[in-house]
């Protein structure tokens, strides 16, 4: 393994250096997704609520099978209770990036986070 790195010469370290810069410096501008600006709630697939994340807020959303909580606080969201039996989006946590979800299915209830931008996904390549 020894013997490759001996037929590398100095411009060819300064290219690899180069190229390892380039991508490391490429990273925060490919996968940024700017500020999050506001929260939208959807119950039955439609829209129940926008919550600007400027302010701090509790919004309590009446869903089929009960009542889910929905926080605000210094610029995120999460679901605080739901009456799912599994409270997946409970569980969820936080969330604060541009194209973050929780969904309570059995409730039908969801909250996404919005911003200038979306955040890079997968699904959307």
């Given at each position: 393994m020894i013997g490759w790195v001996a037929l590398l010469k100095?411009?060819?370290?300064?290219l690899i250096a180069l190229g390892l810069a380039g991508v490391v410096a490429s990273f925060p501008l490919a996968w940024q997704a700017g500020g999050a600006d506001k929260a939208v709630v959807r119950r039955g697939g439609e829209?129940?609520?926008?919550?600007d994340l400027r302010h701090d807020r509790r919004l309590d959303v009446p869903g089929p099978m009960g009542?889910?909580?929905?926080?605000v606080d210094r610029r995120r969201v999460r679901i605080a209770a739901d009456p799912s039996p599994r409270q997946?989006?409970?569980?969820?946590?936080?969330?604060?990036?541009p194209g973050e979800i929780a969904i309570c299915a059995p409730n039908q209830v969801s909250v996404e986070i919005q911003g200038a931008r979306r955040a890079y996904d997968s699904l959307a390549y």
């Open positions: 100095r411009g060819d370290w300064l829209l129940f609520s926008e919550l009542v889910t909580t929905v926080l997946y989006c409970v569980r969820q946590g936080w969330l604060a990036r």
